[in-house]
């Protein structure tokens, strides 16, 4: 996960080691979290949707 923080009261992005100033100065300040890779691109859910369709088609 790659975290970017950044202050709405100064609307400027700021480093981790910022945040807690930021927050003690009574700033705004907002962490936004972006995941390495996308969920959907996962093998292992890929893997168990096949397996939820396979039962889907057996059942019909």
């Given amino acids: 996960m790659t975290v970017r923080w ?5 609307g400027e992005g700021i480093e981790e080691s910022a945040v ?3 927050e003690a100065a009574d700033h705004d300040v907002k962490a936004h979290v972006v995941p390495d ?5 996962d093998p292992w859910q890929l893997g168990a ?12």
Avoid at 6 to 10: D, E, K, V
């Fill in 6 to 10: 950044m202050c709405l009261t100064c």
């Fill in 37 to 41: 890779r996308l969920l959907s691109n």
């Fill in 49 to 60: 949707e096949s397996l939820t369709d396979s039962k889907t088609t057996e059942d019909s």
């Fill in 20 to 22: 807690d100033e930021h």
